[in-house]
């Protein structure tokens, strides 16, 4: 069993900087990815960067060099600093962890993710 906890969301306005961390407990050893989700409103939900075993990253192509994630295995912390906030990232965000050990082009995809948190709302106005 992997606890995941989520907190920073906030309203904020267009450009400035929001910090994701995600708390981690549990069976944490075993989760071979973590990664950040989010959902819109009205929409599915995507992936917007994920880690892997290997320590590699990916990021969603919206992302555009603007969010930068962060994966502190001593505290079990995966922290997404998000910049340049523009309103259409207004969203749920959820952190999420993985058994399995995916391929990398597989990373953002939710369906591969078993353990979620609560989630943390963005909004971002302009």
């Known amino acids: 069993q992997i606890d995941l906890l989520e907190y920073g969301g906030g309203s904020v306005q267009s450009a400035v900087s929001l910090r994701l961390p995600c708390l981690a407990s549990g069976y944490t050893r075993s989760a071979e990815s973590m990664g950040w989700f989010r959902q819109l409103p009205g929409k599915e939900c995507e992936g917007v960067s994920a880690i892997d075993y290997d320590h590699s990253i990916n990021y969603g192509d919206f992302v555009e060099g603007r969010f930068t994630l962060f994966h502190d295995t001593a505290k079990n912390t995966l922290t997404l600093q998000m910049n340049s906030l523009k309103p259409e990232d207004t969203a749920m965000y959820y952190c999420?962890?993985?058994?399995?050990?995916?391929?990398?082009?597989?990373?953002?995809?939710?369906?591969?993710?078993?353990?979620w948190g609560q989630g943390t709302p963005v909004t971002v106005s302009s």
């Open positions: 999420a962890a993985s058994l399995i050990k995916m391929r990398r082009h597989s990373l953002l995809e939710d369906k591969w993710y078993y353990y």
